[in-house]
Every structure is written in structure tokens, then in C-alpha cells.
């Protein structure tokens, strides 16, 4: 099986070279290459991709794979490009479909499941606030790294059908003071309108929460069932991604060419920038204030966030991250308490990301937005970016619901998603970050870190 994988990965290698070498004398003028010779190359690396996606089995892979399929079917056939347009609409009906119940099961879930919070009393206020300032300045750092690069400028969408169009009308301050609070949740969640869905979970949930606990336990059952099932729901629809993102990504080529690839290389640039001011300018300075140990917290954590960036999975890293910090003495009581509900409510990567995603798609649109219709929509993913940190491809889900409340078009979402995969490993690495600082830092606000060793279980896991 090795030895398999090992030919499919030269094979790739190697048909990639030709591709490559191919275009490279073509566009020289050093060698005239019939355009017969390119399109034969070019088809002969995608079939390495295949290749290597058959291998690999990663939905990951093979979206990156659909991608690459639809960019050169909407190169060398625009005019069957554009007639598979219906398969990325069914895909994206299919995303609609999850955004409510997810929201509102997890939301839900969020507030009423941490009733407990009376009893961690201080903890838990210092830990949540610490929680909601830090992802609000990270939310804000997004937003300023777009608006300076305008990555999302000069990018010329396919023209969108009349009967599709979202005819986006200018509000009265008080209009959108009225339109965050729902009327009728079922007309909400029919018009996608998610901050009203959100500002009706979140209340639901706080009713629930004070609910005696016999009462409470039966609904908030219920909640927790729907989310499980929403993620599941969630992993049953992206088996169709590759499928939904191929054809998006063939529609939009064949109409604007393959000039949109050099937006998506300024975006990525974009958001890793970003994300470095973030570290350095907000979590370094608050490591100084709250007296972390650098060297030591670099270490501990050096581990579980490499596991963020190579899998993408903050859970992956999560039993880990929990070990290493109690490793370097934050009691185990804050421990448990602070980065399971930093996952739900510190995400520090994915909401700078969204800021930045959600701008860059009105940029692309051509949409000028309002720097207060930019701060409301800083609002909504300060919000809706809350407790979705388990599903698969959640930043998709929250982003294709802000872009229905602000009608904007969901092609440079489709778009976007091409290199999700390498944005996904910045943003997940960050959150891991972000969350065993948010941990120090609690532990160092309630003057109990360095005061407890670690249990010789932790010891024996870290050296193992």
C-alpha cells in the first residue's frame, strides 16, 4: 500500500513538471508548443490529481482537487462551465438548510448547558469577559487587514440571474435597530435572517437556564440531540463539496478567466498577516501583562498547536492542549473549565477570519458597505461565530449566513473555499493559541497558577 502511494505521488510529481515545464517555454517564446501539447498536459497532471485524491481520501483533498477540475473545465469549456452553475446552487441550498437549527441547538446548548456558572462564580464572569474582548479586537484586526489590502477589489463576478438577485435597500438607524429582533422565528429562519435567529436562541437559552433543573434537563436534552444531529447533517452535506465547489469554481472561470486566482493568493496573504498582528500586538502584550512565562508557555503549547495546524481540528488538539497546561501550573479545576468553553466562545483565528472573509466577498461584489454597516456586520459574527466550533467546515456555514443578511452574493464564498484548507490551518493554530493563553491568564487573574503540580498521569502523557 505504501509502495502505491508512493508511485501515485511521483506519478502527480511528475505530470505536474511537464504541466508546469510546458507553460513555461509557452509563455517564454523559446520553444512553440502547439496549444493541442498544453491542454494535454494540463489534463495529464489533473489525472495525477485524481490520482493522488483516490490515495489520499480526504475531503479536503478532494475539494482542492475539484478546484483545480473546475478552474480548467471553465478555461477550456466555458460554455459547458456555466450550465453546471445548478449543481452549486443545490450545494448551497443544502448549507442554508443547516444554519438555523445549528445556531439555535448549539446556542442553546451554550447558555443553558453552563447553569453551572453560578457555582464558578468569579471564574467564569472573568473567564467570559476576557473571552468577548479578545475575539471582539481580533473581529476588528480583521477588518482593518482587508479594508488595507482590498484583496477583494477589481474582481469581476459572473453577471447573476435577474431572478436571483438580492435587491439590497438602505435602512433607517431604526430599521436596524427593529430588524435584530425577530417577529416570527419561522419567518426568520425562512428569510435567513441569522441575528434574529441568534438573539432568539440566545434568550431561549437563558430562559432555559433558569429553568429548576428537572425541567430544564429534558430541553436541553433535545438541544444537545440536535446539535449532534446537525453535525452530522453537516458531515452528509460537505460530502457533496467537492461536487458544489468544482462547479462553482468552473461557472465563475468561464466567465472571468483565471485572473480571480491571483485574489484568492492576496487573501490568504491577508488573513496570515493578520493574524500575526494579532499575536503580536494583542495575545503577546497580554502574556507580558498577566506574567507568563514566554519560554515555558512556547514550549508547552509548541505541541498541541502544531497538531491545530496539521490536522485543522481544534479537538484534535484539545486533550493535549488540556495536559500542557496543566503541565506548567494552571490547576486542573480552571483547566477544564476555561478551554472547553474557549472552543465555544474564544475563537480567536476564526473570528478574525470572518471579519476579513465577510468584506472581502462585498469587495469582490463591487458593494461599497458603510464603515457602521461594516461595524453591524462585526456585530452579527461577534454572534453567530459563537458555539459552532465542532462542526466541520463551520466558518463556511456562518459566513454563507451573514452573506444572506447583508445580500451579498455567495460566488466569492464558493471561491474562497478553494483554499480553505491552508486559511483553515492558520485560524484553527490561533484559537488553540489563543485558548491556552486565555487558560494562564484566568489562572494568574485568580492567583492559583504555579500553585498546584501536575498529576503524575500528565507528567507520564507529556514524555510519552
Not at 126 to 145: D, M, P, Q, R, S
Amino acid at each position: 500500500m505504501q509502495a502505491l502511494k508512493g508511485r501515485t505521488l511521483l506519478f502527480l510529481l511528475a505530470t505536474l513538471t511537464v504541466a508546469a515545464l510546458a507553460a513555461a517555454l509557452k509563455f517564454s517564446g523559446a520553444v512553440a508548443v502547439p496549444p493541442e501539447a498544453l491542454l494535454a498536459t494540463r489534463w495529464l497532471a489533473i489525472a495525477g490529481l485524481v490520482g493522488y485524491g483516490i490515495k489520499r481520501r480526504s475531503l479536503t483533498t478532494w475539494i482542492l482537487v475539484s478546484m483545480v477540475i473546475g478552474a480548467e473545465i471553465g478555461h477550456d469549456l466555458p460554455a459547458v462551465a456555466v450550465n453546471l452553475r445548478t449543481f452549486s446552487l443545490v450545494f448551497l441550498r443544502m448549507i442554508k438548510t443547516i444554519i438555523a437549527p445549528l445556531l439555535f441547538s448549539t446556542l442553546v446548548v451554550g447558555v443553558a448547558g453552563h447553569a453551572n456558572l453560578k457555582q464558578v462564580g468569579r471564574m467564569g464572569v472573568k473567564a467570559l469577559l476576557y473571552f468577548e474582548i479578545v475575539t471582539t479586537i481580533a473581529l476588528f484586526i480583521g477588518l482593518a487587514a482587508i479594508n488595507i489590502s482590498q484583496a477583494g477589489k477589481g474582481i469581476k463576478l459572473p453577471p447573476v440571474p435577474a431572478h436571483e438577485k438580492l435587491e439590497a435597500k438602505p435602512e433607517t438607524p431604526s430599521e436596524i435597530i427593529q430588524n435584530i429582533f425577530p417577529e416570527n422565528i419561522a419567518k426568520s429562519i425562512a428569510e435567513g435572517q441569522v441575528l434574529q435567529v441568534v438573539v432568539f436562541s440566545l434568550l431561549f437559552g437563558v430562559a432555559l437556564a433558569m429553568l429548576p433543573e428537572a425541567k430544564r434537563r429534558p430541553m436541553l436534552a433535545i438541544a444537545e440531540s440536535l446539535s449532534e444531529t446537525m453535525f452530522k447533517f453537516t458531515n452528509i452535506v460537505m460530502m457533496f463539496a467537492p461536487v458544489g465547489v468544482g462547479c462553482a469554481i468552473a461557472y465563475t472561470v468561464g466567465h472571468m478567466g483565471l485572473g480571480i486566482l491571483f485574489h484568492l493568493f492576496e487573501l490568504l496573504a491577508t488573513l496570515y498577516a493578520a493574524l500575526v498582528v494579532f499575536i503580536l500586538i494583542v495575545l503577546l502584550p497580554v502574556a507580558l501583562i498577566a506574567r507568563v512565562p514566554i519560554r515555558r508557555f512556547i514550549a508547552a503549547v509548541a505541541e498541541p498547536v502544531s497538531i491545530a495546524f496539521a490536522t485543522t481540528s481544534s479537538e484534535a488538539a484539545l486533550p493535549r492542549a488540556m495536559e500542557a497546561m496543566e503541565a506548567i501550573g494552571v490547576p486542573r479545576k480552571i483547566v477544564a473549565f476555561v478551554i472547553p468553553t474557549g472552543y465555544s466562545f474564544n475563537l480567536d483565528g476564526t473570528t478574525l477570519y470572518l471579519s476579513l472573509a465577510s468584506v472581502f466577498v462585498a469587495q469582490a461584489a463591487g458593494i461599497h458597505m458603510t464603515f457602521g454597516r461594516q461595524l453591524l456586520m462585526v456585530f452579527t459574527l461577534m454572534l453567530t461565530s459563537k458555539g459552532v466550533a465542532g462542526v466541520p467546515r463551520a466558518s463556511l456555514v456562518i459566513l454563507l449566513g451573514t452573506a444572506a443578511s447583508f445580500n451579498l452574493p455567495v460566488e466569492p464564498i464558493f471561491i474562497i473555499l478553494g483554499i480553505d484548507e491552508l486559511m483553515d490551518m492558520a485560524r484553527t493554530s490561533t484559537n488553540v493559541l489563543g485558548n491556552c493563553l486565555a487558560t494562564v491568564v484566568v489562572a494568574r487573574w485568580e492567583g492559583e497558577f504555579g500553585k498546584e503540580h501536575p498529576s503524575k498521569v500528565v507528567q507520564e502523557a507529556l514524555t510519552t
